[in-house]
């Protein structure tokens, strides 16, 4: 599957705005939230779409459709149905600007929300989107270990040993190898 950069995406994304028939407004998260609000240097193949806020599916599909004979581009749209985000996200949403769009309106997670969901997957390309948004956007230490224990550690589906070594990987990742021992011993992960 071909990959994409953010101003191939903004490109697609601009011909689907102007093939709409009416105001769509999407919640998206993964790799295309990070390009987008985050200016990741990654790549992706897809918008991950959590939700449909407002306006119609079919509308956004056929659109889609439009842009990539106007441009080439295969940007798959699909349904983000096993996306974890921590507990109270919706209260940090962030609207996507500057994209120069006028029907079709974007919202992603605030970076900690959609730092935490790329970590708790813990694939190599989460891993780099998580290394470029700390780089774009310097993330906060306390507050995604805080946001970590509180939101996502013992509520979200799944192991939570898996997720804290994910964690862990995360924590070393951005904040050094000191920095993520702690973390190896306050979650209680063996060496």
Known sequence: MRRFERNQIVRFLRAVDSALDGNVEVFVVGGLAAILQYDAAVKTADMDVYAIVDG???????????????????????????????????????????????????????????????????????LEAIASIHEHHRLSEKTLARRFEDEIWKIAMGDPRKFAFNMFHVMRLLYGADRAEVYRARWGLDK
């Open 56 to 126: 119609h599916q079919s509308d956004l599909k056929r659109a889609s459709r439009v842009a990539t004979d106007m441009t080439g581009i295969t940007l798959e749209i699909n349904a983000a149905t096993v996306a974890e985000l921590p507990w109270n996200y919706e209260d940090r949403v962030k609207r996507v600007r500057g994209l120069r769009l006028k029907k079709l309106r974007m919202i992603v997670p605030d970076k900690y929300d959609l730092v935490l969901s790329k970590a708790l997957r813990g694939y190599e390309h989460d």
